[in-house]
């Protein structure tokens, strides 16, 4: 009963921090840069051609994500792989702190399907690690295209170093983690630490993951010698059709070339996608909109 009583409590403090910062984003942030009246009559304006390729862009990025499942988990099919991501992304966008849940959906689907706990736990990992390598090197290929076309400026100096820095740190680990079987039990020990003392306020026991550790390194390096190329392809790919429904959804409430051109659009998309490693609001609301 005591532990049913904490869980609601942390529950209720989540919402109510998401919901403090997404009003506090709407209410009073985002008013200080743009009217609510001229945004809402800038889409008004929008052709229906306009709003027809907005939404033709915006499926082809949804689709990006299922290849890259299936990339990462042999024997997942196309059309599940498709059901899983919608339902966990709808979840995960609507509720606030809704990634935990959406785990828990996703992970559901995939028991039901019969995969395995290991199977389930790699995808997840891999799938994970992709995209974060690809939101920390954002910025650096903003920053180079932002000098290329003569708008660089020192905004994006901050996040180009710090995702310089994760992404040493994290391509570092993953490199040690592959190359040595030790170094993956001491990485899978640590995380089983820190799990573990996020799990005692639950009451739940202490977990030891030095030889999953070892085990997921076996099963990395196989994945990945099989499937790399597809992970990365569609990974990209992914994001760059995120970064288009960006760019188009702005030069069709009228911000032309001249005044906002693709690479500034770039280096803006890329600190957006960066700051979005921090679930903080369902789906980055109000985040996403102020950055």
Same mark, same amino acid.
């Given at each position: 009963?005591?532990?049913?009583?904490?869980? #609601?409590? *942390? #529950? /209720? *403090?989540?919402?109510?921090?998401?919901?403090?910062?997404?009003?506090? /984003?709407?209410?009073?942030?985002?008013?200080?840069?743009?009217?609510?009246?001229?945004?809402?009559?800038?889409?008004?304006?929008?052709?229906?051609?306009?709003?027809?390729?907005?939404?033709?862009?915006?499926?082809?990025?949804?689709?990006?994500?299922? %290849?890259?499942?299936?990339?990462?988990?042999?024997?997942?099919? $196309?059309?599940?792989?498709?059901?899983?991501?919608?339902?966990?992304?709808?979840?995960?966008?609507? *509720?606030?702190?809704?990634?935990?849940?959406?785990?828990?959906?996703?992970?559901?689907?995939?028991?039901?399907?019969?995969?395995?706990? @290991?199977?389930?736990?790699?995808?997840?990992?891999?799938? =994970?690690?992709?995209?974060?390598?690809?939101?920390?090197?954002?910025?650096?290929?903003?920053?180079?295209?932002? =000098? @290329?076309?003569?708008?660089?400026?020192?905004?994006?100096?901050?996040?180009?170093?710090?995702?310089?820095?994760?992404?040493?740190?994290? *391509?570092?680990?993953?490199?040690?983690?592959?190359?040595?079987?030790?170094? @993956?039990?001491?990485?899978?020990?640590?995380?089983?630490?820190?799990?573990?003392?996020?799990?005692?306020?639950?009451?739940? %026991? =202490?977990?030891?993951?030095?030889? =999953?550790?070892?085990?997921? #390194?076996?099963?990395?390096?196989?994945?990945?010698?099989?499937?790399?190329?597809? $992970?990365?392809?569609?990974?990209?790919?992914?994001?760059?059709?995120?970064?288009?429904?960006?760019?188009? @959804?702005?030069?069709?409430?009228?911000?032309?070339?001249?005044?906002?051109?693709?690479?500034?659009?770039?280096?803006?998309?890329?600190?957006?996608?960066?700051?979005?490693?921090?679930?903080?609001?369902?789906?980055?609301?109000?985040?996403?909109? $102020?950055?």
């Amino acid at each position: 009963m005591e532990q049913s009583k904490r869980k #609601r409590l *942390i #529950r /209720i *403090i989540e919402i109510v921090v998401s919901l403090a910062i997404i009003v506090g /984003i709407f209410g009073f942030a985002i008013p200080k840069i743009a009217n609510y009246g001229d945004v809402w009559n800038a889409v008004k304006d929008m052709t229906w051609l306009e709003i027809t390729s907005l939404i033709a862009v915006s499926a082809f990025n949804i689709f990006t994500y299922w %290849p890259q499942m299936t990339a990462s988990m042999p024997g997942l099919t $196309l059309a599940q792989a498709a059901v899983n991501n919608q339902s966990s992304t709808s979840i995960a966008n609507t *509720i606030p702190f809704g990634g935990f849940i959406a785990n828990g959906v996703t992970y559901s689907m995939y028991r039901s399907w019969g995969f395995t706990n @290991a199977q389930i736990g790699l995808t997840t990992i891999t799938t =994970a690690m992709w995209n974060t390598f690809v939101k920390l090197a954002m910025p650096v290929v903003a920053l180079i295209a932002l =000098a @290329a076309t003569g708008r660089a400026s020192g905004t994006l100096i901050v996040p180009t170093v710090i995702g310089i820095v994760a992404l040493v740190v994290v *391509i570092g680990l993953l490199a040690g983690v592959l190359a040595e079987k030790s170094f @993956a039990r001491a990485v899978g020990g640590g995380v089983g630490k820190v799990a573990s003392l996020l799990r005692k306020p639950f009451g739940k %026991p =202490a977990v030891h993951w030095g030889e =999953a550790g070892a085990r997921f #390194r076996h099963q990395t390096i196989e994945l990945i010698a099989k499937r790399w190329m597809p $992970l990365t392809v569609f990974s990209l790919l992914s994001h760059f059709g995120l970064y288009l429904v960006l760019l188009l @959804a702005l030069r069709n409430v009228g911000v032309s070339e001249k005044e906002v051109n693709w690479a500034q659009v770039l280096g803006v998309f890329a600190f957006v996608r960066l700051i979005s490693l921090l679930p903080t609001t369902p789906g980055g609301v109000g985040l996403v909109g $102020l950055g």
